[in-house]
């Protein structure tokens, strides 16, 4: 099993900054894909960001350029750093994991609370 724990959720501004952490932890040597979702009130839940082992990324298409996904294969932990917060980031932020070949995302964090209001 894999256990994904993330960190960094909080209270911003507009237009402020956030930096969201993801620690692996559990069998994690298959793992090839990590990725960010969010999910908003009312709204189905949506793609952030992933990336590969080898570093390919790709972005929400929301994102515009705010957000960067980074990866430490060494310490087992994804980053997803957030600028130009907006209030329709407000969501709760999920780590995902797959192995590779696999289709879908058997795993899955507890997600990381992101508000951002004045």
């Known amino acids: 099993q894999v256990q994904l724990v993330e960190s960094g959720g909080g209270l911003v501004q507009p237009g402020g900054s956030l930096r969201l952490s993801c620690a692996a932890s559990?069998?994690?040597?298959?793992?090839?894909?990590m990725a960010w979702y969010r999910q908003a009130p009312g709204k189905q839940r949506e793609l952030v960001a992933t990336i590969t082992s080898g570093g390919n990324k790709n972005y929400g298409d929301f994102v515009k350029g705010r957000f960067t996904i980074s990866r430490d294969n060494a310490k087992n932990t994804v980053h997803l750093q957030m600028n130009t917060l907006k209030s329709e980031d407000t969501a709760v932020y999920y780590c995902?994991?797959?192995?590779?070949?696999?289709?879908?995302?058997?795993?899955w964090g507890q997600g990381a609370q992101v508000t951002v209001s004045s």
């Open positions: 559990g069998i994690i040597g298959r793992i090839n894909t």
């Open positions: 995902a994991a797959r192995n590779l070949g696999s289709s879908g995302y058997p795993y």
